[in-house]
C-alpha cells in the first residue's frame, strides 16, 4: 500500500488549506485513517483520525473547531480541510493507516504511512 499526502503549501496565519491523502496498491476503504505531524524538534504527534465509515472522527485538542477529517472510500482518499491556521501548526503532515484494532492516537499503532507534506503558517 502507498499513501500520497499532498495540499501542503505556504498560507498566512487565519487561511485554510485542504490535505488529501490517496491510498494505492489496494483499498483503504476498511481502514481507520489519521492524520499526523511533525514539527521541526518535536515528536511525531497525533492531529485527526476517522474510522473506516466516517461515522467517527476524533481530534487532538488543539484543532477542535478548526479542522475536520472526512474520507471519500469511493476515491480512496480522505481529507483534512485546516481552518483559522496558526504559526502553531506548522510541521510536515503525514497520513496513516491504523492497524486492526490499534489505538487510533498512538503514531506505532499505524501500519502504513504517506510520505509527508509540509504546511507553513506564517504570522
Known amino acids: 500500500v502507498q499513501l500520497q499526502a499532498s495540499g501542503g503549501g505556504l498560507v498566512q496565519a487565519g487561511g485554510s488549506l485542504r490535505l488529501s491523502c490517496v491510498a494505492s496498491g489496494r483499498t483503504l476503504s476498511s481502514v481507520t485513517m489519521g492524520w499526523f505531524r511533525q514539527a521541526p524538534g518535536k515528536e511525531r504527534e497525533f492531529v485527526a483520525a476517522?474510522?473506516?465509515?466516517?461515522?467517527?472522527?476524533y481530534y487532538t485538542d488543539s484543532v477542535k473547531g478548526r479542522f475536520t477529517i472526512s474520507r471519500d472510500n469511493a476515491k480512496d482518499t480522505v481529507y483534512l480541510q485546516m481552518n483559522s491556521l496558526k504559526s502553531e501548526d506548522t510541521a510536515v503532515y503525514y497520513c496513516?493507516?491504523?492497524?486492526?484494532?490499534?489505538?487510533?492516537?498512538?503514531?506505532?499503532?499505524?501500519?502504513?504511512w504517506g510520505q509527508g507534506t509540509q504546511v507553513t503558517v506564517s504570522s
Open positions: 476517522i474510522s473506516w465509515r466516517g461515522g467517527m472522527t
Open positions: 496513516a493507516g491504523l492497524n486492526i484494532g490499534g489505538t487510533y492516537y498512538a503514531p506505532n499503532a499505524y501500519r502504513y
